[in-house]
């Protein structure tokens, strides 16, 4: 998966922050998981999009990733997370157009009720509705779990 999109990042530095926030989610979620997760950082700079695989692996590609801030990554893996504890198989978490179109980092000072919602009105567009509502309802109780305040 990470070769398709230019394989990996080449600062690991960079590589480690998206592991810290990841595991920063996977060690304060209140509903324990017994997948073992792993962040990915592809270096594809052309393609906005983040994904997850039945099992624990997750992907945000750096075009992404350099839109936003941490809060907005924790919420970005928190909701990659939710795909993988709440079951969604891989032919429905379809994320290409998902996060293309979302309007998560329009705004740096969203709120986590803003990005719910412009999420929510997002998801209406794609498939798998029910799986990213599931996944976005996940992702903003993890985020929030791991100590990520809403932004004002
Ligand atoms: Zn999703």
Redesign the pocket.
Known sequence: MTQQHGGPYPDERIQVLVDVVGDKLIDNIARKTPYPYDFHLPADEQTITAFALPGGQCFITYALFSQWNEAQLAGVLG?EIG?VVGRHSTER?A?SS?WQTSTMGASLGADMGNVEGSIGQNTLLSNGRDD?LE?DELGVLFTIQAGYTPMR
Do not use: K, P, Y
């Open positions: 909701h795909h978490i994320e998902f990213e996944s």
